[in-house]
């Protein structure tokens, strides 16, 4: 069984930062890629940022420069901190882990992890 464990969100004001973190668990064999997506209400869940095992990054134009993304791929754990954070940010944030592979059985499976609420607002 992998879970995927989300935790750092929040409320903070504009202009202010979060950390994002991410934890795989289970009999996890390897995982291409890890990113975060955001849903906010009302609009499609949208790619803010991802990062391959080999340290490949993609971000979502409208939050390049401000946040970055990294991962610890012997913690199966990914990282999202935000700077700069505006108003627009405010979504619930959603980790995945993109082509896992178990143990059990060695297919890939992707994964979702259940949501952080992110608030941004004075």
């Known amino acids: 069984q992998v879970q995927l464990v989300e935790s750092g969100g929040g409320l903070v004001q504009p202009g202010g930062s979060l950390r994002l973190s991410c934890a795989a668990s289970?009999?996890?064999?390897?995982?291409?890629?890890m990113g975060w997506y955001r849903q906010a209400p009302g609009k499609q869940r949208e790619l803010v940022a991802a990062?391959?095992?080999?340290?490949?990054?993609n971000y979502a134009d409208s939050v390049k420069g401000r946040f970055t993304i990294s991962r610890d791929n012997a913690k199966n754990t990914v990282y999202l901190q935000m700077n700069s954070l505006k108003p627009e940010d405010t979504a619930v944030y959603y980790c995945?882990?993109?082509?896992?592979?178990?143990?059990?059985?060695?297919?890939?499976?992707?994964?979702w992890g259940q949501g952080t609420q992110v608030t941004v607002s004075s």
């Open positions: 289970g009999s996890i064999f390897s995982i291409y890629a």
């Open positions: 995945n882990a993109e082509r896992l592979i178990v143990y059990s059985d060695y297919r890939e499976y992707d994964y």
């Open positions: 990062i391959t095992s080999g340290g490949s990054t």
